[in-house]
């Protein structure tokens, strides 16, 4: 279950990130770990909205669930894209196992994936999908916002400091 967001057209906003300081630029991820962060925690907060009304039972109410599921639609750093320096964040489902469960175990990716895509007993019912869609472009202007601001942030001590 993968969805990549790929944006194009900031090739001047690349180069002028490779000519920043140390202070911006750094293996910790600097600025833009923070702000790629937080666009994924846009898209993480529709994606659990979405999951909440897929699996609660509207017809009798009960949305007593384990909720092991949504607990576990988490955000977290990926590996850097193959054959490239750069930052990655993920909205993902962490692996747990369903508790009290007879026979083979069911686990949280494996329901998340049943729920998205559906199988030849169950209708797919996508919220990962329509998160994605519906704040893709809020998560992106929060990206470009927050890196701006701690770019602005970081060129202001820069000239207290004289550098």
Known sequence: MKVDVKITGVDNVLNML?????????????????????????????????LYQVTADVSTGDDRG????LKNVIVSR??????????????RV???TYPDRQGKPVTTLKT???LEYGSSQQKPTPWIRP????KGQQAI???????????????????????
Do not use: F
């Open 66 to 69: 384990t909720g092991l599921l």
């Open 78 to 91: 990926g590996k850097e894209p193959i054959g490239t320096k750069g930052e990655r964040y993920l909205v």
């Open 18 to 50: 490779r000519s920043l300081p140390p202070e911006v630029v750094s293996k910790r991820g600097g600025p833009v770990k923070a702000a790629l962060r937080k666009g994924a925690v846009v898209i993480l907060k529709q994606a659990q909205m979405n």
């Open 112 to 114: 998340a994936h049943l």
């Open 131 to 134: 998160a994605v869609q519906m």
């Open 141 to 163: 202007n929060t990206v470009v916002s927050e890196l701006n601001a701690s770019i602005s942030r970081i060129i202001k001590k820069l000239e207290r400091k004289g550098r």
């Open 94 to 96: 962490r692996r747990k």
